[in-house]
């Protein structure tokens, strides 16, 4: 066999192998990985923060709102933030900044809401909406939520006053929300 035959045997079959692999190759899980990413992997998503504020154990990234304001435009001041441990992205945030007192209705965040979150954060539809806990803070007006929206992320959020507004809800890693084929069956 003269080289170039073998060359051309070896590469069809090459691409053969990788053809059929892909057959039977399991599934790419959707979106992008946010939690537990370095700053500058954020960066690639979200651009460059708009500034940066250290908090205790972490440092907090604000983003540019301009491509996460379409989202909710009924709150024109919003705004997202990622506070980060260890260089790693820990919580993510959503800032009503105050525009939630303009708000017409009552509620304004919810399902729909978290659904928009974070899908725009992990590219892709939350799996589910399941409440963990509804507890009293403070007084009868004041109520602390958190609801497994999937994939290991939770949401938290408060609700308070007459209209049961919600100033600001944050995503997290919850090892209650990870599907149960991540769980070990102990």
């Not at 053969?16 to 537990?36: C, D, H, M, Q, T």
């Not at 954060?121 to 929206?149: D, M, S």
Request: glycine residues 6%.
């Amino acid at each position: 066999m003269k080289s170039r035959e073998f060359w051309q045997v070896f590469t069809g079959l090459t691409v053969e192998l990788l053809l059929v692999s892909n057959l039977f190759a399991p599934p790419a899980i959707a979106g992008r990985y946010v939690l537990n990413q370095t700053p500058q992997t954020i960066e690639r998503y979200f651009g460059r923060p708009i500034s940066k504020q250290t908090n205790g154990n972490g440092v907090i990234y604000i983003y540019n709102p301009k491509s996460f304001r379409p989202i909710f435009p009924q709150f024109p001041k919003s705004n997202f933030f990622i506070t980060f441990v260890n260089n790693q992205a820990k919580y993510i945030t959503l800032n009503f900044n105050a525009d939630f007192s303009q708000y017409p209705g009552d509620h304004n965040y919810g399902q729909a809401e978290a659904a928009k979150f974070y899908n725009y954060i992990f590219e892709y539809q939350l799996p589910i909406w399941q409440e963990l806990a509804a507890k009293f803070r403070g007084n009868e007006t004041v109520y602390f939520y958190e609801h497994c929206l999937g994939d290991g992320v939770a949401t938290s959020f408060e609700k308070y006053g007459y209209h049961q507004f919600t100033n600001s809800a944050t995503l997290a890693y919850d090892a209650r929300c990870e599907p149960t084929y991540n769980q070990d069956s102990n």
